[in-house]
């Protein structure tokens, strides 16, 4: 059985296929038409996914779309609606868009894909809620799901047991933590859905100054619920602002103006900010486990992206066990809806459990070769492992960075050992370095340390034996260690750790245990492999190009080695730009 599930149309367009319930595919629109945060139908994921089957769309059972647009359309009049006439612009950019694309899902796909099958529906936070659970080794657990919003859900909390999911609570739009912390984005200067990555990077730089400001917005209820003072948000009605005069007036600065320096009041305020974040989910957390008396929790949506709230909810909430979706943001919804089907309205039993994000595309040796003599590239072939792991190695010790390339391309945000730039987490100056020269980003962003999983308590203060495979959990970093990877190491002490196991991280895991053998230390930074605006690399052609024209010094692809830039490639004519970002949190 074939189950073919979709997501698109406001942001992190994705397609998941699974056969008789394992995840045979997944991957991002973004990483094939380098779009960043693509949100149009996924045509060319959805045409990866059959291709790595070895099927067509005449061999798929179920094809399922991750919400339901008619109830989403009505909250969108309703909310214009009852903010008329102040909503007019927003009215005449929504309804429109909605009337002659976004309505008839079911034309439009069968249009797209060739077919006149059933098209099928499953709420947002439901898909969310199963690409955590379902996707989880847990037979039972509480599930958290929390994003801007759905239809009219923007967070949800509830149980998991067997194939069965229960949302028995909820929050509803226009209440948002998602979209309370978007408007936090925009106010910081940073693009939503885009940039919430720097407010997290940015907020271990200030002090909780601004908490009594944000306890003004945000009222936080006994029972884990929250409501927000509407009084200081715009996105019910603008189209472009998420905030109004009034948040400015409570803060005592204007919006700060996008690439404009940044300020300690910046930091200030992301710091908290972030800290209300962290509250309302922990307090949600901890009323699901007096709720549910269960000892496992699953999260979902994008918020669950939030790495230092994920460790606090496993510190401090009284969860023994956690699993975040790797995926968690629009991109796992399709994952999520095509779970839901097979296992939950099918009934069948569940055989997947998500153990690395690795379900995109792969290139042989063969494929490699051929792009780089497409390009004049000289390039050494490596044939022994041994030989490729050490060198690598000592040229990580040696201060290059390298761009790995190997195996599947990661499905979700982050890069996790095969689409990844590698550099040596004990150098002082690498995060500078990468961030001036390779990425061309702020300098404040932070980079994550990859573990060997048996030595990731020798440096990070985390439970023996705790799993961290997805760079979703933010532990403190021992502080005898902090001195030993300052390049990895955040301004507050922590990191946000991904650990790795031969199992599931192969040759990566290889490369690390290759390092720690070389310098005593086995512990890399690892940060995705694109530059700022660009999607992670997808293709051995991205990956080239991403070499050629940024500060990467080595690049390996496969057992090719490039050491010498050889060939200048036009960086504008190989990409797109990225598509401007639905900011309107409505549509």
């Avoid at 060739?114 to 690409?131: N, Q, R």
């Avoid at 990555?197 to 909780?208: F, I, Q």
């Avoid at 800290?275 to 929790?297: D, S």
């Avoid at 066990?321 to 099918?346: C, E, K, M, W």
Wanted: aromatic residues 10%; charged residues 25%; hydrophobic residues 40%.
């Amino acid at each position: 059985m074939f189950v073919l599930g979709i997501s698109c149309f406001y942001h992190d367009a994705a397609a998941a296929l699974l056969r008789d319930g394992e995840l045979v595919a997944a991957a991002e629109e973004e990483r094939f038409n380098r779009q960043k945060h693509c949100n149009t139908f996924p045509a060319l994921a959805i045409d990866y996914c059959l291709r790595e089957a070895g099927i067509t769309i005449d061999d798929v059972d179920h094809v399922v779309f991750y919400e339901k647009p008619f109830p989403k359309f009505a909250r969108i009049l309703e909310t214009v609606l009852a903010e008329w006439p102040r909503s007019y612009p927003l009215w005449i950019r929504s309804v429109p868009l909605w009337l002659t694309t976004k309505l008839d899902h079911r034309r439009l796909f069968r249009r797209a894909l060739g077919t006149d099958k059933p098209i099928l529906f499953c709420a947002h936070h439901t898909s969310h809620a199963a690409s955590a659970f379902l996707a989880s080794e847990f037979d039972e657990a509480a599930i958290l799901t929390a994003d801007g919003v759905g239809e009219w859900t923007t967070t949800a909390w509830g149980t998991g047991r067997g194939t069965a999911i229960s949302l028995s609570r909820e929050i509803r739009f226009p209440h948002s933590v998602g979209l309370l912390f978007s408007t936090l984005t925009a106010y910081l200067g940073f693009r939503v859905n885009d940039a919430e990555w720097k407010v997290m990077g940015l907020a271990p730089y200030g002090r909780p100054r601004y908490l009594d400001q944000f306890r003004r917005i945000v009222d936080l209820r006994p029972d884990g619920s929250f409501r927000l003072n509407l009084d200081y948000f715009a996105y019910c009605y603008s189209t472009r602002r998420m905030f109004n005069r009034r948040w400015e007036g409570l803060f005592g600065q204007p919006a700060r103006p996008p690439e404009a320096p940044l300020t300690e009041f910046h930091a200030d305020v992301a710091h908290s900010g972030q800290r209300i974040v962290e509250e309302i989910l922990v307090g949600i957390a901890r009323q699901m486990r007096t709720e549910t008396g269960l000892r496992n929790i699953c999260i979902g949506g994008g918020v669950g992206l939030n790495s230092v709230a994920n460790w606090r909810i496993l510190q401090e909430a009284g969860f023994d066990r956690i699993f975040i979706q790797p995926a968690a943001g629009d991109s796992g919804g399709a994952l999520g809806a095509a779970l839901y089907i097979h296992n939950t309205v099918l009934g069948q039993p569940r055989r997947f459990v998500m153990r690395h994000a690795c379900y995109g595309p792969a290139f042989s040796d063969d494929q490699i070769a051929e792009t780089l003599k497409r390009y004049g590239v000289a390039s050494r072939v490596v044939e022994r492992e041994e030989d490729l792991l050490r060198e690598t190695a000592a040229w990580i010790a040696d201060g290059k960075v390298v761009g790995w390339f190997q195996g599947r391309m990661e499905f979700g945000p982050r890069a996790l050992g095969s689409r990844s730039l590698v550099a040596d987490a004990r150098n002082p100056k690498m995060k500078e370095i990468i961030n001036a020269k390779v990425k061309f980003r702020e300098a404040f962003r932070p980079f994550a340390p990859s573990v060997l999983k048996e030595c990731a308590t020798e440096f990070f203060e985390m439970p023996a034996g705790l799993d961290a495979p997805f760079m979703l959990l933010v532990p403190p970093v021992r502080p005898e260690k902090r001195g030993i990877i300052p390049a990895v190491t955040h301004q507050d002490g922590s990191a946000r750790v991904q650990t790795v196991t031969e199992e599931h991280n192969g040759r990566y895991y290889r490369l690390v245990r290759a390092f720690g053998q070389l310098t005593g230390v086995p512990v890399v930074l690892n940060t995705s492999f694109n530059v700022r605006g660009e999607p992670i690399v997808c293709t051995p052609e991205d990956a080239y190009r991403t070499f050629v024209n940024t500060g990467i010094d080595i690049l390996v692809l496969g057992n090719h080695v490039v050491t010498k830039k050889t060939a200048a490639v036009d960086f504008e004519a190989g990409r797109r730009r990225s598509v401007e970002l639905e900011q309107d949190a409505l549509i």
